[in-house]
């Protein structure tokens, strides 16, 4: 099923901000509830709100120099929150658009739901999107702020999402436990009569790989994908993912690779907290006539306020300037009962001759 996000006005994001009318305020430094879908957010102590209604559930500015808006909407089971950025990115991305280019993008996070979060600029401002959906309602946040103090004002933006707290309802319950070894199960928790697995492939990327039937698949970019559990369990909070990355100073493969991995640890201790390299070493990818050493690690971390643990493997492509960075990752809890599967989309892994590709595009990396 497609999701159209009618609730969005196709105006410029600057004019959503301004011409809010006034309505009946939080106090600066309490919390907000909304009375009907249930979710909370706090209230910066220097900003003052307005609740417009429609498709804004709540304004803030800040008297520091920056913005949030907050609407929320029914989620749209089936619908991935790549489609709903890409809906938002149509409203508002494009030459005469609010947006005028897009920074990045990747998939992190929210109080424990998968997130999209987008980076964009225009006219001097600089945006953030995060977009999220739970099991009854969906949420997109949007920060603005002048691109030079953008950095600066970014930790505050980042404290309102810490403390957000969606509704009780949107929170998938765990599942109960599951042997690695257990036979595939559908959704409904029965044994499997059909195929257990879907394909993906594409010559561009130059690899295939195999998934669950019952996992979702999601494209934050076009350099990478990323397969995650069905809403309702707890491989919800499991993700794989395989990204191209082509470093701008890397004339090799192989040195692609390297700087991948050099960049990794920076990555991770700019990003998240507690963070622990439980090991590292050297990875034989062989299937036909392919042949790539590559390297491993696993490593453990703390990202808004939960542990998760993350294997990686980092080959470099046979030809050009591309590395792959596959990743599998999962809260600390539940990362043994998903592995198993992890390592059969690993064995499934394809990697195709994709001689003649010039379309190398650096992706961000990170936790």
């Known amino acids: 099923m497609k999701f159209v996000w ?3 006005r196709a105006v410029s994001l600057v004019m959503v901000i301004a011409i809010l009318p006034a309505g009946a305020q939080t106090p600066p430094g309490e919390t907000f509830k909304h009375p009907e879908r249930g979710y909370s957010l706090p209230i910066p102590a220097d900003a003052r709100t307005r609740h417009p209604g429609g498709n804004v559930d709540i304004a803030i500015d800040s008297d520091k120099g920056f913005g949030v808006i907050l609407q929320s909407a029914d989620a749209r089971p089936g619908t991935s929150i790549s489609e709903m950025a890409a809906t938002l990115e149509a409203a508002y991305l494009g030459p005469e658009k609010a947006w005028r280019s897009k920074v990045r993008q990747d998939i992190t996070l929210l109080s424990g739901l998968v997130a999209f979060n ?31 103090f953008f950095a600066g004002f970014e930790a505050e933006f980042d404290k309102i999402l810490q403390e957000f707290q969606p509704a009780p309802a949107d929170i998938p319950a765990p599942s109960a436990p599951t042997s690695p070894d257990s036979p595939a199960k559908s959704a409904s928790g029965d044994s499997q009569d059909g195929p257990t697995v879907r394909k993906f492939g594409e010559w561009r990327l130059g690899y295939s790989i195999e998934y669950d039937i019952d996992w979702i698949f999601e494209r934050p970019s076009p350099e990478a994908i990323m397969f995650s559990g069905a809403e309702g369990t707890d491989a919800y909070f499991a993700t794989v993912s395989v990204q191209n990355v082509a470093p701008p100073k890397a004339d090799t493969s192989a040195q692609a690779a390297s700087m991948i991995m050099d960049d990794i640890r920076v990555q991770f201790e700019k990003e998240a907290a507690d963070v622990v390299f439980e090991g590292e070493g050297p990875y034989i990818y062989r299937k036909d006539e ?26 470099p492509r046979p030809e050009g300037r591309v590395a792959y960075l596959w990743s599998y990752r999962a809260p600390i809890e539940s990362f043994m009962r998903h592995l198993s599967l992890a390592r059969t989309m690993v064995k499934s892994w394809t990697i195709m001759d994709r001689k003649g590709e010039t379309d190398e595009k650096p992706v961000r990396i990170g936790p």
Do not use: H, P
């Open 6 to 8: 009618r609730s969005l």
């Open 118 to 148: 987008g980076y964009y600029d225009g006219n001097g401002a600089r945006y953030r999107v995060v977009i999220t959906r739970g099991q009854v309602n969906s949420y997109t946040f949007i920060f603005r702020a002048r691109e030079k």
């Open 290 to 315: 392919v042949f790539i050493l590559g390297r491993e690690f696993t490593v453990s971390y703390s990202d808004n306020q939960r542990r998760f643990k993350q294997w990686s493997l980092v080959l």
